[in-house]
């Protein structure tokens, strides 16, 4: 039977005239082809057109199994004959068939040589709310969907097929924005049809949006059972997963990964600059945070403190340099906690805090520390300046502090978070300190940099008014002077 089907084959491509096919499902498993030549009678083509229902247009309906799986050939083959003529004006059977060969044998073009448009997944539209490392967080995340084959970033959400929205879950005020727009992208997914028609949406297909960062964390899979506003959630430590989140919405499910990690940095990874030509940049140095204060929920949300490789940062910092960035601040939760114990690292028993201050959580291993990664920053890089933020008072050790003094390109800026002038209350936040370890601390730090600018930190949500006033005059007043306090009042 194989023989016959073959010769038939051959003796229709071999008609100039023309043919027309017919597919015929004969048993559950296979099917059977019927080849009509134009050449055949009119008697034998009308004894033949019933069993095939119409030699014109012909369509494959699925062919469904029981074991649930279906092969769907849904392409329709049509060919036209003139009246009157045994003629096809349509191309032939051998001509089609010609074409399909090619098209297996061509190799698969490279994407690099696609139009960009068609090379990428989608486009991305991206915003953040909260803390300095979100942005920064938000350059790795481009870089790695970038990577991936998401490679247009557009300013406005109706025109992306992804949407991103970095989230801060440190004050409620970020959270309820963030909620607002959530239903925002909610309606440009829902009614995307309508909105596309109307002109209000350009995307080419409803948006995806996808949920970052601490709020994230926080609320997990809460987020995605509120009204099907979101397709994925993905926490801080999770951003390496976000293709594979994002394909499993293709397939109708969501996606979520909250897991944190004791070791991710993401420093294998080169961020892709929201700001394209600023002088500026931050550069993360560490993740995480290890003080467990009474008011904050970073160790939640952020996981445990994890530094990135020396090198890592100086090759970071050298590509920033030679694209035209004269300041870098540095990054982290508890920036001057930095410890790249990657090699060599010596007991923790040597760690050296700042005088008169502690920590619930002991250092195992010591590696590098802050001060080591400022000294060699500022070596390799003498044009450069830089910046770092956010610290800890309890990691001021005097040989940080000297090194400010002594290097020209490290600013003599020192932010500096007291949160409570009282000590009882700084017992109760579990911040490790006194009210006076405090005061003694910014005493050394303006003897040995005369020119400091000390900024802070305070919370008055958690002190009676007795509190505040203690807290408001003697160190606002006594310690840093009206015309030197930037204080960041958190209600």
């Known amino acids: ?36 030549s134009s050449k055949v009678n009119h008697a034998s083509s009308s004894a033949l057109l019933p069993r095939c229902h119409n030699a014109h247009r012909i369509t494959q309906k699925p062919i ?28 032939s059977l051998h001509q089609f068939v010609s074409k399909a060969h090619a098209s297996l044998t061509t190799p698969q073009m490279e994407s690099d040589s696609l139009d960009p448009d068609t090379a990428s997944k989608g486009r991305i539209y991206h915003e953040t709310y909260g803390c300095q490392m979100n942005i920064n967080d938000m350059e790795i995340v481009l870089a790695i969907m970038k990577n991936s084959g998401y490679k247009e970033v557009v300013t406005d959400p109706e025109s992306a097929e992804v949407i991103f929205i970095n989230t801060c879950a440190i004050r409620d005020n970020a959270e309820q924005r963030v909620w607002q727009r959530l239903n925002y992208f909610w309606f440009l997914k829902r009614e995307w049809k309508t909105n596309v028609a109307i002109g209000r949406a350009k995307s080419l297909r409803p948006p995806k949006v996808v949920v970052l960062g601490c709020m994230a964390e926080r609320l997990k899979d809460k ?23 994002l394909e499993e919405v293709d397939y109708g499910q969501k996606g979520i990964n909250t897991l944190l990690s004791l070791e991710e940095t993401y420093a294998d990874i080169s961020p892709v600059r929201i700001s394209q030509n600023a002088i500026s940049a931050f550069v993360s140095v560490m993740r995480g945070c290890n003080n467990m204060c009474a008011f904050c929920i970073v160790p939640f949300t952020r996981g445990r403190e994890r530094s990135r490789p020396v090198e890592s940062i100086v090759r970071e910092v050298k590509e920033l340099w030679e694209s035209g960035v004269k300041e870098v601040t540095l990054l982290g939760q508890n920036v001057n906690s930095y410890n790249d114990a990657s090699s060599d690292p010596e007991s923790g028993a ?21 001060a080591d990664l400022l000294d060699r920053l500022s070596l390799e890089f003498p044009e450069m300046r830089f910046r770092f933020t956010s610290p800890h008072p309890k990691d001021y050790p005097d040989e940080l502090l000297y090194l400010m003094r ?44 005369p020119d400091v600018a000390i900024t802070s930190d305070f919370i008055t949500g958690m002190v009676t008014q007795e509190h505040y006033l203690n807290t408001f005059h003697f160190l606002i007043a006594q310690v840093y002077g009206s015309n030197e306090i930037q204080a960041s009042i958190k209600v």
């Open 1 to 36: 039977m194989a023989s016959s089907s073959l010769s038939s084959l051959s003796s229709i491509l071999s008609n100039p005239q023309g043919c027309s096919l017919c597919f015929k499902s004969s048993t559950r498993r296979g099917l059977a082809l019927a080849f009509l």
């Open 223 to 245: 987020i995605l059972d509120s009204d099907k506003m979101v397709d994925v959630v993905c926490g801080p430590d999770a951003y390496r997963d976000l293709p594979r989140l």
């Open 64 to 91: 469904k199994r029981k074991n649930g799986f279906a092969l769907d050939l849904s392409r329709s083959f049509s060919v036209s004959q003139s009246a009157g003529s045994n003629k096809f004006d349509g191309p």
């Open 350 to 370: 040597n760690w050296e805090y700042s005088e008169g201050f502690s920590s619930r959580c002991k250092v195992k291993n010591m590696g590098l520390r802050f």
């Open 406 to 449: 002594d290097r020209h390109n490290i600013c003599n800026l020192i932010h500096l978070p007291a949160q409570s002038g009282n000590s009882r209350i700084l017992e109760q936040m579990r911040r490790g300190y006194t009210r006076e370890a405090y005061l003694d601390l910014v005493k050394k730090i303006r003897s040995i940099i």
